[in-house]
């Protein structure tokens, strides 16, 4: 499978990831703010206002990491577990929640491979730059809908390919020579901003991403591009 600017094993790069996000977790805030231009920001809020969280609903924000998402998802009254592999990114998350005095959220650490929760247990499942760093995406996006009632809803935010011309030779040419510097000027790390940048990259184009989440059993899928597709949201329904 791909590891961003390599091949491995797929026994290898869950761990590989891991590695990736240990690393980053004290400056994964910082980090998206730079590089984005703070722009991250309003992906996520437009993601939040697609999902229509609603007061009650259980929702499940996986691969969760420092609780973006799920803090968004909260203020609606819903009840929030974050579930993410990386327990540093947890503990930046569970961090963030008690400066901004939040409880009520349920961290938990998990494999969006293979969940232990039971089926039919959500409303809604959100995923938000989580897909591709998982080895084994069909594989999320069946236990994704297996845990969600019928009527649930998937939403994944998450970059892609942008169709603008011109637009994807500047960004290319951006993240290539730009965000590794930025990762080695402020977190002192090139090669995990190397591997972030070679796996969106390597993330399948929005009709095969789309493609994939039919095959997982949902229906009414749709894709929502910003930015022309740098950056997606997908949805789909469980019925
Ligand atoms: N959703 C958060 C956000 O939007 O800020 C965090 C996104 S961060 C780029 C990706 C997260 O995916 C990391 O916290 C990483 O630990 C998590 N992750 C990677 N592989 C995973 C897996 N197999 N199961 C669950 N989480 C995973």
Redesign the pocket.
């Known amino acids: 499978v791909s590891f961003g600017y390599e091949d491995i094993p797929a026994t290898e790069k869950?761990a590989r990831?891991?590695g990736v996000?240990t690393n980053v977790a004290s400056r994964?805030d910082l980090m998206?703010d730079a590089m984005s231009g703070g722009m991250?920001r309003l992906w996520?809020d437009r993601f939040v206002r697609r999902v229509k969280p609603r007061a009650g609903e259980q929702i499940l924000?996986?691969?969760?990491?420092?609780g973006?998402?799920a803090f968004r998802l909260q203020e609606s009254g819903a009840s929030v577990t974050v579930?993410?592999?990386?327990p540093a990114?947890l503990e930046v998350g569970m961090k963030r929640a008690q400066e901004r005095g939040l409880d009520g959220l349920v961290w938990t650490e998990?494999?969006?491979?293979v969940l232990t929760f039971p089926d039919r247990f959500f409303d809604a499942y959100t995923?938000?730059?989580?897909i591709r760093?998982?080895?084994d995406i069909p594989a999320?996006l069946r236990e994704a809908h297996r845990v969600l009632r019928r009527g649930g809803r998937f939403f994944c935010?998450e970059f892609s390919t942008t169709t603008w011309p011109g637009f994807k030779e500047v960004y290319d040419a951006y993240s290539h020579k730009m965000v590794p510097k930025l990762g080695q000027l402020l977190a002192q790390d090139a090669d995990s901003y190397r591997y972030?940048i070679e796996s969106i990259r390597r993330f399948p184009d929005m009709p095969a991403f789309e493609a994939m989440i039919r095959d997982a059993g949902f229906v009414q899928t749709k894709v929502e591009p910003l930015l022309g597709g740098l950056v997606a949201i997908h949805s789909g329904w469980k019925i």
Do not use: Q
């Not at 924000?61 to 420092?66: E, F, L």
């Not at 998990?110 to 491979?113: P, S």
């Open positions: 869950t990831v891991g996000f994964y998206n991250h996520k924000d996986m691969a969760g990491g420092t973006d998402i579930a993410d592999i990386n990114m998990a494999n969006a491979e995923i938000a730059f989580g760093n998982v080895t999320a935010l972030l």
